[in-house]
């Protein structure tokens, strides 16, 4: 069974600070994904990583970075939260070339004050 | 401007019936289609899947159809359960090697009433 988790549930952070969300699978998958979910806009990929130190921009970039030191873990940075970054952040891993399906983590809620 | 949606933000459905959860597309190019679920506090899980080569596939009480000339596809749960109550999101891509490019919908919560 794939496990993807975060490392927090709720996370509560003010304008200015520098934000990092952690996300681990332990299923040896090439692909892991950051997305946002934000009611009435689904979810959209924020960076996705298709191998180590490897990175693509999605398809809202802005304001975030990324970092694949190791295949089991994605980050996602936030160099300067801003208040329209409160949403909840939703990471995944796929099995490159077996179907498409994404295993997805429980989600960060980030609230920026 | 959104290239899958999903014009019914909730749905409720009694007990025993059919749930019909809807998605349109507009990008031609999408060949491949997803519909994950998403209960309260966890992450959306796969729940099925179709290709455009296909018009039907079914997985147990799931069943998606698709009609590319329409750019629509429908999800069918029957019978509906209490526990099929989650939000749907449907997702397109071209392909299955171009997951990169997946496109979620804004996602449609189902209620199933006991």
């Known amino acids: 069974d794939v496990k993807v988790t975060q490392s927090s549930r709720y996370l509560v952070k003010r304008t200015g600070e520098k934000v990092f969300l952690e996300c681990v699978q332990d299923?040896?998958?090439?692909?892991m994904f950051w997305y946002r979910q934000d009611p009435g806009l689904g979810l959209r990929l924020i960076y996705f990583s298709y191998d180590v130190k490897m990175k693509e921009k999605g398809d809202i970039p802005e304001g975030y970075s990324v970092s694949r030191e190791k295949k089991e873990r994605f980050s996602l940075i936030l160099e300067s939260a801003s208040t329209n970054q409160t949403s909840m952040y939703l990471c995944?891993?796929?099995?490159?070339?077996?179907?498409?399906?994404?295993?997805f983590g429980p989600g960060t809620r980030l609230t920026v004050t | 401007d959104q290239q899958v949606k999903q014009n019914s933000p909730s749905l409720s459905v009694q007990e025993g019936r059919i749930s019909i959860l809807n998605c349109d597309y507009t990008?031609?190019?999408?060949?491949?289609f997803l519909w994950y679920k998403k209960y309260p506090a966890e992450g959306p899980t796969f729940l099925i899947s179709?290709?455009?080569?296909?018009d039907k596939n079914e997985d147990g009480r799931f069943t998606v159809f698709l009609n590319k000339s329409a750019k629509h596809l429908s999800l069918h749960i029957v019978p509906s359960q209490p526990g099929d109550s989650a939000v749907y999101f449907c997702?397109?891509?071209?392909?299955?090697?171009?997951?990169?490019?997946?496109?979620f919908g804004p996602g449609t919560s189902l209620s199933v009433i006991p």
């Open positions: 995944a891993s796929l099995l490159a070339g077996v179907g498409d399906e994404q295993y």
């Open positions: 299923m040896d998958h090439e692909n």
């Open positions: 997702a397109a891509n071209r392909g299955k090697t171009s997951y990169d490019k997946v496109i």
């Open positions: 990008n031609s190019m999408f060949d491949y």
């Open positions: 179709i290709s455009s080569i296909k």
